[in-house]
């Protein structure tokens, strides 16, 4: 009788242990999944915990920036630049909060950096181009398409048509389109289509 109290006090422990550690377990999974809510959420509580983490710097930039918290965005992608020098899609990623923000000469120069780093890296060359075009910087737009963008990706229609718009914008015509005419031939759709035919026919594009 002794043995049979002393098992079934024993399974009762047991028991007893195995539904605190899934009620422990199971509010720690409802913690997680209220830090998931959101990546903002998310990385703001990590990075309070980890500290001096150059990818969690960039993570959190990155979701303050889709947050339209450009200020504070630039902050902590500063801060990642900082812990990760080398970092080029860091350094891209600040330049997109400060082109956002409307600081075109600290974009450009976080663009470029990123390109020095790493001359492969697609998005940089890419972003640069349009932040030339938004602020209406055709020449500086058309030097870096003809020197670098284009001698790297000549069959990029993308570059091609943004080309276009930086001809269209120093009121050079006839080469807007044979850049539109390229960018058509390369990537064949309605939209490259549209710039070509209504440059030919003098209607306005951009």
């Known amino acids: ?33 209220t830090n998931w809510y959101s990546q903002l959420t998310l990385t703001s509580h990590d990075i309070a915990i980890s500290k001096n983490s ?5 993570n959190f930039g990155l979701a303050l920036s889709d947050a339209g918290r450009y200020n504070e965005a630039i902050i902590h992608l500063k801060q990642a630049t900082s ?27 976080s663009y470029k950096k990123a390109i020095s780093i790493n001359k492969n890296y ?7 181009t349009i932040v030339y ?30 080309l276009g718009f930086t001809d ?3 009121k050079d015509n006839k080469g807007a ?3 539109f005419e390229k960018a058509y031939q390369l990537s064949p759709d309605d939209q490259h289509l549209y710039y070509y035919t209504s440059l030919k026919e003098n209607k306005e594009v951009i």
Not at 54 to 58: F, I, K, N, S, T
Not at 135 to 155: G, Q, R
């Open 177 to 179: 389109l044979k850049a």
């Open 168 to 170: 269209v914008m120093k």
């Open 83 to 109: 812990l990760m020098p080398s970092g080029f899609t860091a350094w891209d990623a600040l330049g997109g909060a400060y082109a956002k923000s409307g600081q075109y000469e600290n974009a450009v120069a």
């Open 122 to 128: 697609y998005d940089s060359y890419k972003n640069l």
């Open 1 to 33: 009788k002794d043995i049979v109290i002393k098992n079934y006090n024993i399974k009762k422990i047991f028991i007893l242990f195995s539904i605190l550690l899934i009620i422990l377990l199971s509010f720690r999974t409802i913690i997680r999944n």
């Open 133 to 162: 075009i938004h602020y209406k910087k055709a020449n500086d737009a058309k030097a870096f398409l003809k020197k670098e963008a284009l001698n790297k990706w000549p069959s990029d229609a993308f570059l091609w048509r943004m």
């Open 54 to 58: 150059g990818d969690l710097e960039l």
